[in-house]
């Protein structure tokens, strides 16, 4: 995998790796905008699941779920409502399709009229558009056959390589440690000395990590996180198809209910590269918030996808039978070209 150094505090914590990130409101626009689809106008406000509700806080049922019990089931809100905190957010990335919020950002760019890459034949054309190729058609099929592909490259170091273990797990070693039924001298210190443990274990009477999904973590390991490396790669190809400086017009971010969209009053600018590095972040960071990823998992297996989309799109670009330049900027801000 590869490695990318970043500054980590309070603030930005659940923020992503790239400058984009921290520019502007928390919430991608591509997750609050309706998405047009064919003759269908399609509302993003979500099934959204209940405020305080956590799993796997009593180690009778943490014990069960890691000998493979299920059946467990979710507390929802009777209210569909626009995302508006990370619990939306990780409900979003509990049931969604992989690739599926990039191919609603796709729809939603096309259905705007966003500009596509200065390097590609319908800008510089007098007498073409984009369809079978730089237009909707191919460049929806890219985002689904980069998912794929990126998927496969994950699952490969999933299993073959690291197997690192998954939050929840680790929090019970960390109970079973601190409870004096297991000994695992090598946890960190700072994290036994932790203020945290002590909040958690005040309220539910252990030291276990509280999951916000019933069912817990997934059966497979952690590192890298799958819903990241597919980020990498979708991200990666729109920005190369799509023009990143261009400014999406009237953002919005969510009201404190989450009932209604408002316009969002910052000066800043929101391009549609940014915008979709956030939107990245934003899927990868669901599920930590969740509990069952770790940090690293999102910040190296984006790489991993980011990757994987750059040799798709190599590929991709010796097939052509005109002229072509892709261009695009990398997670680490190195500008690119195909």
Not at 70 to 93: K, P
Not at 106 to 125: E, F, K, Q, R, T
Not at 152 to 170: D, G, I, N, S, T
Not at 186 to 192: C, G, K, Q, T, V
Request: glycine fraction near 10%; include cysteine; charge should be negative.
């Amino acid at each position: 995998m590869i490695r990318l150094a970043a500054a980590v505090t309070a603030a930005t914590l659940f923020r992503g790796i790239t400058t984009g990130d921290v520019i502007g409101p928390y919430l991608s626009q591509f997750l609050l905008l309706d998405i047009p689809y064919g003759s269908l106008t399609i509302s993003q406000r979500q099934k959204t699941v209940l405020a305080n509700a956590n799993y796997l806080t009593a180690y009778a049922d943490w014990l069960a779920f890691q000998n493979g019990a299920t059946g467990a089931s979710d507390s929802f809100d009777a209210t569909a409502r626009s995302i508006h905190n990370i619990r939306d957010l990780g409900q979003y990335v509990h049931v969604d399709a992989l690739y599926e919020a990039y191919l609603n950002a796709c729809l939603i760019l096309l259905g705007m009229g966003a500009p596509v890459d200065a390097g590609l034949p319908p800008v510089s054309s007098t007498n073409q558009a984009g369809f079978a190729e730089f237009g909707g058609p191919h460049i929806l099929s890219l985002v689904t056959e980069v998912a794929t592909r990126a998927l496969k490259a994950v699952w490969c170091q999933k299993w073959l390589v690291h197997r690192r273990l998954r939050p929840e797990e680790f929090g019970g070693r960390i109970h079973n440690h601190l409870a004096g039924t297991a000994s695992y001298p090598m946890i960190n210190a700072e994290i036994l000395a932790s203020p945290v443990l002590d909040l958690m274990h005040d309220a539910y009477g252990t030291w276990l990590l509280p999951q916000a999904f019933p069912d817990g973590c997934p059966t497979h390991p952690s590192y890298g996180s799958g819903h990241a490396t597919v980020a990498g790669a979708c991200v990666t190809v729109l920005k190369a198809f799509l023009d990143e400086n261009h400014v999406l017009p009237n953002p919005v971010v969510a009201s404190a209910d989450g009932l209604s969209l408002v316009p969002w009053g910052g000066s800043d600018d929101l391009t549609v590269g940014n915008e979709l590095n956030k939107l990245g972040a934003n899927i990868a960071h669901g599920r930590n918030g969740a509990g069952i990823h770790w940090r690293s998992d999102y910040s190296e297996a984006l790489k991993l996808g980011e990757l994987v989309a750059l040799d798709i799109l190599e590929e991709q670009k010796a097939s052509y039978n005109q002229d072509v330049t892709l261009s695009l900027t990398k997670f680490d801000g190195t500008p690119v070209t195909i």
